[in-house]
Each structure stands twice: as C-alpha cells, then as structure tokens.
C-alpha cells in the first residue's frame, strides 16, 4: 500500500469523541440543525439528560497560544471529529478547511454554505465560524496557521488585484474582517496529496518541520489560487467605507516614495484628520506604522524578485534612512536583507 493510501486510511479512523457524537446525533438530529454557541445551549436541545461535559473541548475563542503553546510552531493540522455539533467560534489565527472526502457543513454566523469534496475556505481571524460533518465517509482537514506567519509567507498575496488582494489586504491591516474567501472547487488530486503530506508532518512525524509545513501550505494555497481562482468568492457583505480601505492601502504602495498623509487625504476627498482616524480604527495602525510596514514588505517582495541591489531596493520604496531601513527590516524579518534574499530568492 502506498504512503498516500496508508495516510488516508488513517484519516477514515474513528477520532476521540466521534462514537458519542454519532450517538447524540443518531438521538436527535434536530439538534444539529442550527450551530451552538455552548455545550449548555446543545443540552436544552435534549428532552433526556446528556452529558455534562463535552467529549472534546467546545469554546468560543480560541488564542494562538492554546493551539500554539510552542513559539517555534507555526503551522498546525488536523482532522475535524465528524458529529461534533457545530459550535460557534473565533480565532485569533488563521484557518484553512479542506474537505478531503465527503461532504461538510461551513456556519458564517448564522448563514450556512454546503461544502463537497474538493472545496475549501481560508477564514480571517475574528471570524465567528463552525464546521459540521454528519458525513460516516467524510474527511474534513482544519490547517490552522499564525497570522503574523500566514502574512509573512504570503506577502506577494497582498499585490493581486481585485478580490484576492482585497481579501488579503483588509485581512492583514484591519481590525474588522469578518470574511471568508471561499473556493467552490472540484476535486483535484495535487491538492489532496499536498494536504496528506502537511498532515503527515503534523500528526504523525516525531522530529516535525516547521519550513517544511509552511512549504506544504505554500504548495496548498498556490494550486487553489493558481487552479481554482475562477471558482473564487467571498463570503459576508461589507459596508464601502470599509471596503475602501484595502484600495487606499494600495494606493499608498503605489507611491511609496514620496506619499505623505495629506496628499494621500487630498486624493480620497478625506479631511486628514479623518483619514487619520479611518486607517488607525481600522487597521489598529497609524499611518506612519503603516507605511513603515508596507515600505519592508515591498523591500521583501524585491528582494526575491529582482536582481536590484539593497540600495536600490531602498530607494523605490522610499527608505532613506540606510540604519533605520537595516535596523526595522532585521526586526521584521529576524535577518539582514541579503540573509532573507539568499533564503528566500
């Protein structure tokens, strides 16, 4: 048997909780037809008496430090146990479902969207989410990702127009973004070998790598975005104010070298003062942290990309300060400019 058939098989097992689950739900499936928000809630479903306790913990948020305790690990992946009710959640990462096999319920709040073989998601942290699978057969793969690591990894993400780059855009600069890019996939079995090798890394490997995770989810998302862009959509509505932040953000790595926040006020038809307060309530940013912050991403992006030397690279993003630009990338990246091109390039 091969090493990817073994890794489905035990994918197929029975996880801890699945057997009581399965009971409740064979009990009463009623009570699997909205989420929850507590185990209490999912009780009073029940005219009999169940379980005080949950098989597996129920919480409404969950922080990067319970699901990573260890500062070395960025990545973390796992099968979601099939019949766990629905339960409403936040987190302060980053997540990715994946549905293997089968096919699962995706809660955004109240709102619910079907998902089959082939189809995944990435959800913003902060998202009030869950995922239901009453499928026996059915496979669904949490990946869940830092966001400052998610982020740094997928930086070139935040250049792509229209939706793409939005929604990474408003996901690594503001505070409110309460939305899921969805993709409506067919089955396709770069994919599928590309998340049974992350969870094999995961789950199942006793010296894990941390580069080599990350690598898998890099391969992940590159195959759906670069395959199933098409199929690509966004879930929950935004109001336009909000949803002019990612576009004004853009505008500013449009001229990096010289924007100043009036001139940038002048071309939103904003007082500065108020475009001052949009960008800090919204991103938790000032605008000169912003655009500090966009000045090292864009240096990163050149970096790998081009040929051009440090101070040219410092130059085009409007770095003057050779000390400074040397001292904060170091601080943002943990190694020099030319350390991060060698790794990187």
Known sequence: MSVSKQLEEILRQEEHGQKEYRNLYQKNPAA???PIRSW???????STEIAKEAPTPIKGFLSEKEIFPNEDVQVHCFKNV???PPFLHKLEFIKIVYIMEGTAVFYLGDKQYDMSEGNFCIVAP????ALFTADSNGIAVNILMRASTFTRTFSTLLYEQGILGDFFWKMAYTNYCNRVLFFSATPDDRMKQTVLRLYEQAQLETKK???????????LLGEGIRRHRQNMKILEGFDGSVWQIPEILQDMKQHLQDITLKELALRWNRREDTLRHE???ETGYSF???????RLQTAADLLCRTNKSVEEIMEEVGCGDSAAFYRNFKRRYGVTPQTYRIQRG
């Open 32 to 34: 699997y037809d909205s």
């Open 40 to 46: 209490k809630e999912f009780r009073e479903r029940f």
């Open 82 to 84: 099939r019949f766990c």
């Open 126 to 129: 902060g998202v009030e989410q």
């Open 209 to 219: 790598s941390n580069l080599v995770q990350e690598s898998y989810v890099c391969i």
């Open 279 to 281: 960008l800090k309530m």
């Open 288 to 294: 000169s942290q912003l655009l500090s912050d966009i």
